[in-house]
T-cell receptor, first 114, second 114 residues
Framework: KAGVTQTPRYLIKTRGQQVTLSCSPI?????VSWYQQTPGQGLQFLFE???????NKGNFPGRFSGRQFSNSRSEMNVSTLELGDSALYLC?????????????FGPGTRLLVL | AQSVTQLGSHVSVSEGALVLLRCNYS??????LFWYVQYPNQGLQLLLK??????LVKGINGFEAEFKKSETSFHLTKPSAHMSDAAEYFC????????????FGKGTLLTVNP
């Protein structure tokens, strides 16, 4: 079974631009979560989607948004990019939502904001 | 609120030696606990998880962890380190509730010396 896939793997943008990252979960998984990983802040939860609805949201500004499609694929968008948005963005999927569920991670999209 | 503390941002061991990576958690309710490993330029891979079924949890690649409620700890061990174990290890907690999320520790970089 194929794992979680994320596209693109690498991205370079300039301040003020917007970016859209894509995530395809493991087949049959219906819950998708997004995380930001930086050297300073570590791994931080962005949001979780299930059945095309955002279930939980982390402590990030409104510039960070996401959505989920009927096939469980998810996208996240960051508008008005700032230098501090440079990070590895990780997507994770699980069969269903729940604190006991194992989340399977993709390889990430590395975003560099210049 | 939940949190995770990983003692030691960098641990160095010799090949064949015991690996011990420390994790302490804070949670107001019985938690679900996870250990993930991250190799360079890759996403996170689940090593093992605790879901209250047994206090000693065995994972992949010879790793195991013991849940100690009285010490609020979930340390990761492996009897004999292998060069391929060199990676960054993350402990994570999910306490459930209406706004549950996976909270990660800052990570421990494991170096294995020949």
């Amino acid at each position: 079974k194929a794992g979680v896939t994320q596209t693109p793997r690498y991205l370079i943008k300039t301040r003020g631009q917007q970016v859209t990252l894509s995530c395809s979960p493991i087949s049959g998984h219906r819950s998708v979560s997004w995380y930001q990983q930086t050297p300073g802040q570590g791994l931080q939860f962005l949001f979780e989607y299930f059945s095309e609805t955002q279930r939980n949201k982390g402590n990030f500004p409104g510039r960070f948004s996401g959505r989920q499609f009927s096939n469980s694929r998810s996208e996240m968008n960051v508008s008005t990019l700032e230098l501090g948005d440079s990070a590895l963005y990780l997507c994770a999927s699980s069969l269903v939502p729940g604190p006991q569920e194992t989340q399977y991670f993709g390889p990430g999209t590395r975003l560099l904001v210049l | 609120a939940q949190s995770v503390t990983q003692l030691g941002s960098h641990v160095s061991v010799s090949e064949g030696a015991l690996v011990l990576l420390r994790c302490n958690y804070s949670s107001s309710v019985p938690p679900y606990l996870f250990w993930y490993v991250q190799y360079p330029n890759q996403g996170l891979q689940l090593l093992l998880k605790y879901t209250s079924a047994a206090t000693l949890v065995k994972g992949i690649n010879g790793f195991e962890a013991e849940f100690k409620k009285s010490e609020t700890s979930f340390h990761l061990t492996k009897p004999s380190a292998h060069m391929s174990d060199a990676a960054e290890y993350f402990c994570a907690v999910n306490s459930g509730g209406s706004n549950y999320k996976l909270t990660f520790g800052k990570g421990t970089l494991l170096t294995v010396n020949p």
